[in-house]
C-alpha cells in the first residue's frame, strides 16, 4: 500500500510532530511505500502531489495553533482540494499534538480535518489528540508505551492497526501519563526559563509589555 | 463600506503585503518576548491586540474555521499572551501579557457553509476567547461576502 504522511509543523528544529512520526511509522511499515513530507522544508512539487493524490493512505501530523490548523497547513488543504483526488477510497488519518496539558483541546482541529476529507470525498479513518506537545522530547528515552508515554503508545498502537486494515476508529485524546499540575511547573522550568537564558535574557523580561505606538498597518 | 465608521484609533489588518507564517519558534516569548521574530510588518500583532476594546474578524470560512490569511495574522499573535500556563475551567490556558481584554467578533462568509461547519466555527470562536481572555464573543454567518458589504451585525 502507497501510504502519504504529512507533516505540518512549520519548526525549523526537530519537532514534537516529527518524534511522534518516528514512534508510528515503524507501526505501519509492514511492506508499505511510505514518504513523509513537512510542507514547510520539502518544494510540493507535482510528482510529491501526485504521489499523495494516488497514495491509499494519507497521515497528517501537526500542531495545533490557536486551537486550529496552522495557517500554513490551510493553505496546503486548499491546494491539494483543488486537484481533485480521483481515487475516493483514500483513508484519511490525523495526529494532532498541542501544547497544553490535555490532548482533549484538538478537537476542533480533528473536525476541521473531518471536514476537508468530506469536501474530498475521501473516507475518515480516524483523529488523535495529543496533549502536552512539548513535554514529548523530554521523554524520548523512555520506551512508547511505557511510564509517561503510556497512554501515548496505547494511542498510536491502536491507530497503527486502523490503518494497516484500513478500518476507521473513534477520536482518541490522550494526556501524558504524568500529572498535570508537575507538568505546570516544569513548563517553566525546564522549557521557558531554559530557553530564555539561552537568549541571554533574565525570567523578568519574559514579561515585558510592548508598548510603541500602534501604526495602521 | 462594511463598517459605517472607521475611527481613527482603529487598526485594519488586511493583506496589503506579504505575510510570512508563523515557524513556531517562540522567538515572541523567549527572544524578543511580546514581539514576533519575522519582521514583515505583521510582527507586532500582540501589542495591537493589547490596544483593543473590540476585535472584529471578517473571513471566508475554511472548513469551519478561518481562511489562511485571518488565520496567518492570528498565528502571528500569540505574543499577546504569556508562555505561562494556568487553569480556567479545568483546562491549561496562557497568562496574560496585558492587563487589557476585548470582545471578540467574527463575522464568517461563504457560499456553502454546512451546518457541521457552523458548530465547529461555534466551538472554535468560544475556544479562542478563552484563550484570548475575551470579556465576550459573538460569531455571525453570511452566504456571500457582498451580504456582507451590505453591513455586519454588530
Ligand atoms: C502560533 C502558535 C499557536 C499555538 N496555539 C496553541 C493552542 O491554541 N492550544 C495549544 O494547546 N497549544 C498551542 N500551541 C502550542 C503547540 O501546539 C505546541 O507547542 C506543539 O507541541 C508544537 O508541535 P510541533 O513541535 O509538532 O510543531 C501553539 C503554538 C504556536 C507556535
Known sequence: ?217 | MIYPQIDDGDVVISENSAIRNCIGCFGCWIKTPGKCVLKDGYDNMGHIFSQADNVIIISRCCYGGYSPFVKNVLDRSISFLLPFFQTKNNETHHKKRYKNTFKFIVHFYGENITSQETDIAHSLIKANAVNLHANDSKVFFYHSFDEIAKGVQL
Not at chain 1, 497521515?59 to 490557536?66: K, R
Not at chain 1, 525546564?190 to 525570567?203: D, E, I, Q, S
Request: contains cysteine; hydrophobic residues 40%; aromatic residues 10%.
Open chain 1, 1 to 217: 500500500m502507497q501510504i502519504s504522511i504529512i507533516n505540518g509543523s512549520p519548526k525549523l528544529g526537530k519537532s514534537t510532530s516529527d518524534l511522534i512520526l518516528e514512534y508510528l511509522t515503524p507501526l505501519i511499515s509492514d511492506n508499505n511505500a511510505i514518504e513523509i513530507y513537512n510542507i514547510s522544508k520539502t518544494e510540493m512539487n507535482e510528482q510529491r502531489l501526485a504521489y499523495i493524490e494516488n497514495s491509499g493512505v494519507i497521515i497528517f501530523a501537526f500542531p495545533l495553533y490557536i486551537d486550529s490548523i496552522p495557517s500554513h497547513l490551510l493553505e496546503f488543504l486548499i491546494q491539494l482540494e483543488k486537484r481533485q483526488f480521483s481515487d475516493k477510497n483514500t483513508m484519511v488519518y490525523c495526529i494532532v499534538n498541542n501544547g497544553f496539558y490535555e490532548g482533549r483541546q484538538n478537537y476542533i482541529a480533528i473536525e476541521q480535518m473531518k471536514i476537508w476529507c468530506a469536501s474530498n470525498h475521501l473516507k475518515w479513518g480516524q483523529g488523535v489528540g495529543v496533549g502536552a506537545g512539548e513535554m514529548l522530547p523530554f521523554l524520548k528515552d523512555i520506551p512508547l508505551g511505557h511510564g509517561p508515554n503510556k497512554n501515548l503508545g496505547n494511542a498510536l498502537k491502536r491507530l497503527s492497526l486502523n490503518i494497516l486494515s484500513a478500518q476507521s476508529g473513534e477520536t482518541l485524546f490522550i494526556s501524558p501519563n504524568w500529572p498535570r499540575f508537575l507538568w505546570k511547573i516544569e513548563s517553566s522550568q525546564f522549557v521557558w526559563y531554559p530557553r530564555a537564558k539561552t537568549n541571554g535574557l533574565k525570567r523578568s523580561r519574559l514579561y515585558d509589555q510592548v508598548n510603541n505606538a500602534v501604526s495602521n498597518k
